[in-house]
């Protein structure tokens, strides 16, 4: 059962883009999805925003059509089966057992990450282009990791000259 006090309470927690995902900008869990008190239980925000725009989906999954887990715009929520959800998985690339290399980004690399997540590119896509995880590209975008770029930066570049001159 939703209350105005409930929609109010929900939406105020929405970073809106136009053109871009809406950011459930509170409690997250560790995959990046949004977290919400509501109706006496914990809820994934994206969940909520489908129940509160569109009904209650029952025991269908609420899917994303943008892949990136803390968005709650409700047209890029779509309902499936947990088949579909799975499969969805599959074909966009995040249901994988392959262990991805240890990646050393540049700052400038960071800062275009960034950027894109904010503009709603999914973490999927991000992740590939620049040979990490999505868990990393939910890290840097949540400032989980790489806080200070140009502090770690210059540490890397500190670590990769002195192994150099080791060699020499």
């Known amino acids: 059962m939703k209350t105005n006090n409930d929609i109010t309470r929900f ?3 929405v970073q809106k883009h136009k053109n871009c995902c809406w950011i459930w900008a509170r409690c997250k869990d560790t995959k990046g999805y949004g977290q919400f008190r509501f109706n006496k239980r914990m809820w994934g925000a994206h969940r909520v925003a489908y129940y509160l725009t569109y009904g209650d989906p029952g025991s269908l999954c609420v899917l994303h059509k943008c892949d990136n887990p803390s968005c709650v715009r409700p047209d890029h929520l ?3 089966s947990h ?4 499969q969805d998985s599959v074909k966009k690339g995040r249901h994988s057992h392959k262990h991805t290399k240890h990646t050393i980004l540049t700052p400038n690399q960071i800062q275009s990450i960034r950027k894109l997540c904010q503009c709603g590119t999914t973490y999927t896509e991000i ?3 620049y040979g990490v995880s999505q868990n990393t590209i939910y890290n840097i ?16 570049k500190e670590k990769f000259d002195k192994s150099r001159e ?3």
């Open 166 to 168: 080791k060699k020499s």
């Open 11 to 13: 939406w105020s927690k």
């Open 141 to 156: 975008s949540n400032r989980l990791s790489y806080r200070s770029i140009k502090e770690r930066w210059e540490k890397i």
């Open 127 to 129: 992740a590939k282009k």
């Open 78 to 80: 779509f309902l499936g």
């Open 83 to 86: 088949t579909d959800n799975m």
